[in-house]
């Protein structure tokens, strides 16, 4: 070994293993370097409310959703992408760093983490997945902005001088963005995404067909038969909740076009961002764009239709990502094969986070 070229921090590396999370709103994607995706799971945390402690967390947790007794609480600890309930988020994240280590050799020191979090958060935001982050068992925690992470994560060439344009719609939010020489160039974060559209249906249903719905009940709707576009074949299921009038059990038959009507309103408004975001955007990144299209990424793109809509209203190419969920953790995979490279995109819990005042 060349002793002049041996250095601390790699040697050290070797013992500790790198961790990639996507903190979504609805799931929690976890990679881990050498290894790949390890879990994906939904961010539920059951909650005992006499006692205080954690009950369940991920799949198990969330199948307790609208099924728990008086006293235990499952909750959802993000909301629109940030962090609502510090002390669950950090149950949650310890519970799936933990998770992630199982049959790992590198449990000698604390692991590195990744973490991405929607654009245009605050710095009093940002410190609290930070702090969460540490405290569930990270040594080094870096931040990075999900629309990034994503571009990153389906190989667009963001440290070139050409425009790269990309829509990730998530659980919480939808992140809209045009990337540009490794930075971000326009950028918009919208509360509209995958729950809003759930609850546009429970309200649907409620006010057109007197019938009260759970949340999964809904998102299991919008997954079957949700549609933006008119289908080439008309599609319908059959839903089961509690008549408002009766207070019975009732059965109904929901068609697309049902589901269309529900959620028209939120996509419009996602619909209208877009085009904010492309009005603002300099002439040359256009240009690019409309050479190059723009990709779709995150779960709620794959709602039936998502694709042909924008094609439509913006009149340029959409490209639909075919791992669409998994852009951004993935993206965190590429950053820690080698995360020099990508330093200068990263906020780190050291140096970039401004005192607060």
């Known amino acids: ?149 994503a571009a990153i994560g389906i190989r667009l060439p963001i440290h070139d001088a050409v425009g790269n344009m990309i829509i990730d719609v998530g659980g919480g939010t939808t992140e809209i963005a045009v990337i540009s020489l490794s930075g971000i160039v326009r950028a918009k974060s919208l509360r509209i995404a995958g729950d809003t559209l759930n609850n546009d249906i429970v309200s649907y249903i409620k006010e057109e067909f007197k019938i009260l719905l759970g949340e999964k009940t809904a998102e299991d709707l919008k997954m079957l038969i949700g549609s933006v576009h008119t289908p080439d074949e008309p599609m319908e299921a059959t839903v089961r909740g509690r008549d408002l009038v009766t207070g019975l059990p009732r059965e109904v038959i929901i068609t697309d076009t049902d589901i269309r ?41 794959l709602v039936h239709g998502m694709q042909k809509l924008l094609e439509d209203e913006l009149k340029i190419p959409i490209h639909l990502e075919e791992e669409a969920m998994t852009a951004v953790v993935r993206g965190m995979g590429v950053i820690l094969e080698d995360i020099s490279v990508y330093q200068d995109i990263l906020i780190d819990n050291e140096n970039e986070l401004p005192p607060i005042a």
Do not use: C
């Open 1 to 149: 070994m060349d002793w002049k070229q041996w250095k601390l921090p790699q040697f050290i590396s070797q013992f500790r293993d790198e961790i990639g999370i996507d903190l979504g709103t609805a799931n929690t994607l976890v990679y881990v370097k050498g290894r790949g995706i390890v879990i994906n799971e939904p961010s539920v945390v059951a909650v005992n409310e006499k006692t205080g402690r954690v009950v369940a967390v991920g799949n198990t947790a969330k199948k307790m959703l609208g099924r728990t007794p008086a006293h235990i609480t499952a909750v959802r600890p993000l909301v629109d992408g940030v962090v609502s309930n510090f002390e669950v988020t950090e149950e949650m994240l310890a519970y799936f760093i933990r998770k992630a280590e199982r049959g790992s050799k590198n449990k000698f020191l604390r692991p590195r983490v990744v973490v991405g979090v929607p654009y245009g958060i605050t710095n009093v935001e940002r410190r609290a997945v930070i702090d969460a982050t540490r405290n569930a068992g990270a040594r080094e925690v870096y931040i990075i902005e999900e629309p990034m992470s």
């Open 261 to 301: 009507e529900a959620i028209g309103s939120s996509i419009a408004t996602l619909v209208d961002s877009v085009k904010e975001v492309i009005e603002t955007t300099p002439p040359e990144i256009i240009s690019d764009i409309m050479h190059r299209g723009i990709v779709l990424v995150g779960g709620g793109s």
